[in-house]
């Protein structure tokens, strides 16, 4: 069965960086479009990123410039680079892939911004 385990999480301070993966399993992944979404408390999940199965990228305005998403096919994962974090980071980042009509979601990983 299809599986997405996210990793990378944790805790950081105000300006730091983290990278998180994303390794699935069980799919065809070079065909997926891969997205990071996240949660904070008390709000909807929102989308991060996302790349497309040919290397393209889209980002949320308030991750331009400082978050990076990134592939690897030979490894079937996915990465989030994320740069200068701020507090408004902090939330449960999840992975999903998407084609056609399925799509599948990872089990999330927290992220906390704190000094």
């Known amino acids: 069965q299809v599986q997405l385990v996210e990793s990378g999480g944790g805790l950081v301070q105000p300006g730091g960086s983290l990278r998180l993966s994303c390794a699935t399993s069980?799919?065809?992944?070079?065909?997926?479009?891969m997205g990071w979404y996240r949660q904070a408390p008390g709000k909807q999940r929102e989308l991060v990123a996302f790349i497309t199965g040919g290397g393209g990228t889209n980002y949320a305005d308030s991750v331009k410039g400082r978050f990076t998403i990134s592939r690897d096919n030979a490894k079937n994962t996915v990465y989030l680079q994320m740069n200068s974090l701020n507090s408004e980071d902090t939330a449960v980042y999840y992975c999903k892939a998407k084609h056609r009509a399925y799509d599948y979601w990872g089990q999330g990983t927290q992220v906390t911004v704190s000094s």
């Open positions: 069980g799919m065809i992944f070079s065909i997926y479009t």
